[in-house]
T-cell receptor, first 113, second 109 residues
Framework: DGGITQSPKYLFRKEGQNVTLSCEQN?????MYWYRQDPGQGLRLIYY???????QKGDIAEGYSVSREKKESFPLTVTSAQKNPTAFYLC????????????FGPGTRLTVL | GQSLEQPSEVTAVEGAIVQINCTYQ??????LSWYQQHDGGAPTFLSY????GLEETGRFSSFLSRSDSYGYLLLQELQMKDSASYFC??????????FGKGTRLHILP
């Protein structure tokens, strides 16, 4: 079955530690996205990538980093510079052409203690 | 800046019709999408408008007016399972997709 996987579902880290969130898709989609969602809030764009080895900052990129070495994978690192990292992180992909549907992974709930 | 505005909450009765509005301000606007999200879950795609006018998908319809920078989602024959948050999202020409803050839909029996 095609889809997007994110792991782990729940993640706990101590303050000051970097943590990497995994996102893998087997939909052969060109574009991939990372969003952050806080309770009762919308989705805020962190980073997105249109093709391999290229990515652009979203609206809240500070304190985060990404890589896109393979078409299938778009990991997100939450660094210690991110002041308030506790949130629900969602990864999405879409074909990158005019068809606009984004497919979302199940999300990772990160808690920094 | 780029932003999308939608009401924070809407309440409707089971079996009725409800409309959720969205106004947007973005550069390089290409189209408007709608997503549904149940508590604790991931958003799922409902509809997309790349052109002005109405798009119908079953009980859900979506409308776009580029000249007014405005769109809406129309839900008909409301069911209790439609209780969720609904987001409008703007696609820009550089593939950037920005979401509104969401509208919480409460359905009364």
């Amino acid at each position: 079955d095609g889809g997007i996987t994110q792991s782990p579902k729940y993640l706990f880290r101590k303050e000051g530690q970097n943590v990497t969130l995994s996102c893998e898709q087997n939909l052969n989609h060109d574009a991939m996205y990372w969003y952050r969602q806080d309770p009762g809030q919308g989705l805020r764009l962190i980073y997105y990538s249109q093709i391999v080895n290229d990515f652009q900052k979203g609206d809240i990129a500070e304190g985060y980093s990404v890589s896109r070495e393979k078409k299938e994978s778009f990991p997100l690192t939450v660094t210690s510079a991110q002041k308030n990292p506790t949130a629900f992180y969602l990864c999405a992909s879409r074909t990158g052409r005019t068809y606009n549907e984004q497919f979302f992974g199940p999300g990772t709930r990160l808690t920094v203690l | 800046g780029q932003s999308l505005e939608q009401p924070s909450e809407v309440t409707a009765v089971e079996g009725a019709i409800v409309q959720i509005n969205c106004t947007y301000q973005t550069s390089g606007f290409y189209g408007l999408s709608w997503y549904q999200q149940h508590d604790g879950g991931a958003p799922t795609f409902l509809s997309y408008n790349g052109l002005d006018g109405l798009e119908e998908t079953g009980r859900f319809s979506s409308f776009l007016s580029r000249s007014d920078s405005y769109g809406y989602l129309l839900l008909q024959e409301l069911q209790m399972k439609d209780s969720a948050s609904y987001f409008c999202a703007a696609l820009n020409r550089d593939d950037k997709i920005i979401f509104g803050k969401g509208t919480r839909l409460h359905i009364l029996p």
